[in-house]
């Protein structure tokens, strides 16, 4: 599994306001979009193309397209949502399929509570957004389900990712056959006994949305 973590001063600049308990939701969520535009630039680099020839004013040349099928981006519900627009800004043309996966905060496992992606992903290249990268639990189960549908290129885009949850993602996932990569803006220490990553930046869901009881 390749994991990238993203290192650039910007980068770094909008994560640490991002996980200042002092920043709002509105600013947190154009934070949060501006860092997924970023990430998907890295995320992306291995998209598929195709050549192309291109007339320009002045003579032919060739050039690349981005290759059929269309790659397909999956938020995780709910706070993949918001990166969806900041990852759509940089790949318009891309489809969006969603899936809704919940966590048990007493057992940290992951189930699906909902979905809504084409049945055949065979040759998909997918792009999942899930913003923390904990246990790896939810990222393994959705990882799991795009394969199962045909997915033969996935890459996780999180802004933050701990080290257990990578460990667990390499663990799971090995002998999967086909690529998997996780592009982050930042590897944190370790998470505490509730699963949350620290230092981290609390829920993202509740920093994004506002807290659900
Ligand atoms: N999910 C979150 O929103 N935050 C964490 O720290 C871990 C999982």
Known sequence: MRIHVADHPLIAHKLTVLRDKETDSPTFRRLADELVTLLAYEATRDVRVEQVAVSTPVADASGIKL?????????????GLGMLDGMMRLLPTAEVGFLGMVR??????????????????????CYVLDPMLATGGTLAAAIRFLVDRGADHITAICLLSAPEGCERLE????????????????????????????PGLGDAGDRLYGVVD
């Open 67 to 79: 290759a059929s099928p269309r790659p397909l981006v999956v938020p995780i519900l709910r706070a």
């Open 104 to 125: 048990n905060e007493e057992t940290l496992q992951a189930s699906t509570y909902a979905e809504r992606l084409p049945d055949d992903l065979s040759g998909r290249q």
């Open 171 to 198: 663990k799971e996932l090995d002998g999967l056959g086909i690529p998997v990569g996780v592009v982050t803006a930042g590897m944190d220490e370790r998470l505490n006994d509730k699963g949350y990553i620290v």
